[in-house]
């Protein structure tokens, strides 16, 4: 192989190594964890922590799901997002944000014909570890983050201080 042969080799291969660091470091635990600390402390929750045995259950479920992207949960207390191109982990977390205005706590529900249920598990009090997993599917990215203690329960309500700082 010549010298500009190799070269070239080089070249792409660190360019290659480039696109991959970059994916990850739009997918650390930091950016699942700055967009749902953001939200929680607009309404006075505290900050959720990184676990990595939740993460390795939400990596795990999401390879699993990489054949089809279907958006089918594994069980109660986690949050799904699906989406093309360069979808991130943040964009999922935002997207789940996003919910915010469709809740309507007066009465504990979602505003009728919308959904809430992704931001209200954003900002679950009690829920204060969070663990997220990312993989590639055929048509985008499938993104699945897990919390615990697991909240978001059909019934309960948010607290009371939550009331007060609440600002849709």
Not at 8 to 29: E, G, K, R, Y
Not at 47 to 54: E, G, V
Not at 143 to 165: A, H
């Amino acid at each position: 192989m010549g010298l500009f042969n190799m070269s070239l080799l080089l070249m792409t291969c660190l360019m290659v190594l480039a696109i991959f660091h970059s994916c990850d470091a739009q997918n650390s635990p930091q950016d699942y964890l700055e967009v749902h600390n953001d939200a929680r402390a607009q309404v006075g929750v505290g900050p959720m922590s990184w676990d990595a045995d939740l993460e390795s259950r939400a990596q795990s479920y999401a390879n699993s799901r990489a054949g089809d992207c279907n958006l089918i949960h594994s069980g109660s207390g986690e949050n799904l997002a699906k989406g093309g191109g360069d979808f991130t982990g943040r964009a999922a977390v935002e997207l789940w944000v996003s919910e915010k205005p469709n809740y309507n706590y007066d009465t504990n529900e979602c505003v009728s014909g919308k959904m809430c249920g992704h931001y209200t598990q954003v900002v679950w009090r009690d829920s204060v570890r969070l663990g997220c997993g990312r993989a590639l599917c055929n048509d985008g990215w499938f993104i699945s983050c897990n919390y615990d203690p697991v909240g978001n329960w059909v019934g309960q309500r948010l607290t009371k201080m939550f009331f007060f700082l609440y600002d849709v």
